[in-house]
């Protein structure tokens, strides 16, 4: 009985010990719903990966402590009214750090809440005023397409031949912000232009009309600007159905999933943006896309380019302690040079640091690597390896 009572009160210390641990929460405003959701599917399923992956260690250590990791994940749905509902919560629970929204619109209706309640958030959107002076709270969290497609189109022009492009984007403010910026990349190494204006509404799935006249124009490249995960299949499938011939090319990031099963091999040859590649991943990285696969029951490439922004919030936190519930410690940090070892990478000197001085004038850019890859045979293989700034 006595033995009994010890094991009882064992175990029930054991318990609060375990509630009275202290927790990080992360939160996470983004599209989790509708044809764009494999963006911020593949958001949070990496940061819960990475999230379990600590706390089944204990914990992050930070201080001397070790913290428990919580995700906090809110469907904005692709709406900015939504997305301005979700940064409102994560206000009120007093959240210092968001990963997300996935889309120019979203994260823009977001700042003026986390600018006022002081919340560093890490958009995956590509307009350049998140990130400038006087904006101070929004960090970058991949490579933009005007800091891919310049390197990608110059491969294309060098190894492939590839002399005329056209454009296609949805008519909506992200995919032409990235179409005007491309066409701008494209003047400028001398490509000709021979489609510049041809747009499609979010909702099409029937391209043939949109890309008939495309097609007679025998481009070498097809941009689809700002293309969302559920229609580049549609496009693609088109292209190909209309004998294009050519290369196919986004600057955002793509499942190879996704494409081998809505466009199957007619997808080969369309190249997006990669991230933590397997050519350059270590064996932590390694572990950890396992660890996602077996949680998950299947690995979205998209990840790739995702596994990096809840890392480097912790990160900075080991670093500054006081940033745990501060974000002005946390982007005094930033601002200080701070840079850490990456550990996803092989590469030994490899480190996670701040960058985007060069486009934004601050860096408030996570250093992730510039990797375009290409779709071969319901894979991707990457091209080269390069890095922003």
Request: hydrophobic share 40%; aromatic share 10%; charged share 25%.
């Amino acid at each position: 009985m006595k033995k009994f009572l010890k094991i009882s009160l064992a175990v029930g210390m054991l318990s609060s010990a375990l509630l009275a641990q202290d927790t990080i929460k992360i939160g996470f405003v983004g599209t989790l719903s509708g044809a764009n959701a494999a963006w911020g599917t593949s958001n949070v399923r990496s940061m819960e990966t990475s999230a379990e992956i600590y706390n089944k260690k204990g914990g992050v250590e930070i201080g001397g402590k070790k913290y428990k990791v919580e995700v906090v994940p809110f469907d904005d749905a692709y709406d900015p009214k939504i997305a301005v509902a979700g940064m409102e919560k994560m206000a009120q629970e007093g959240i210092k750090y968001v990963v997300g929204p996935n889309d120019d619109a979203q994260a823009i209706a977001v700042r003026p809440i986390a600018q006022r309640n002081k919340i560093v958030y890490f958009p995956y959107a590509f307009n350049k005023t998140l990130y400038k002076k006087p904006a101070n709270y929004a960090v970058f969290g991949m490579i933009a397409s005007y800091q891919w497609e310049p390197a990608v189109y110059k491969w294309l022009q060098d190894n492939k031949g590839v002399k005329t492009v056209a454009f296609l984007a949805a008519n909506a403010s992200d995919p032409l912000n990235q179409r005007d910026n491309g066409l701008k990349i494209a003047k400028d190494l001398g490509l000709d232009i021979v489609e510049a204006k041809a747009t499609y509404k979010a909702d099409t799935r029937d391209f043939f009309s949109v890309i008939t006249p495309i097609i007679k124009k025998k481009p070498d490249l097809l941009v689809l600007s700002g293309v969302s995960p559920a229609t580049a299949p549609l496009i693609i499938k088109t292209a190909r159905q209309l004998g294009f011939k050519g290369f196919m090319a986004a600057g955002t990031a793509l499942d190879a999933g996704i494409l081998k099963e809505g466009a199957g091999d007619a997808a080969n040859g369309f190249i997006c943006q990669g991230g933590a590649d397997a050519s350059i991943q270590s064996k932590v990285m390694e572990n950890w896309v396992a660890h996602y696969t077996k949680k998950f029951g299947e690995y979205n490439d998209e990840s790739n380019t995702k596994v990096f922004a809840l890392e480097y919030i912790l990160e900075v936190m080991k670093s500054n302690p006081k940033a745990i519930n501060d974000a002005d410690e946390f982007l005094k940090t930033v601002d200080a040079g701070w840079e850490a070892p990456n550990k996803f990478f092989k590469d030994k000197d490899a480190k996670l640091k701040f960058v985007g001085k060069t486009t934004f004038g601050q860096d408030r850019q996570l250093g992730v690597p510039l990797t375009p890859k290409i779709y071969k045979n319901g894979m991707f293989e990457t091209l080269f390896v390069g890095s922003a700034d």
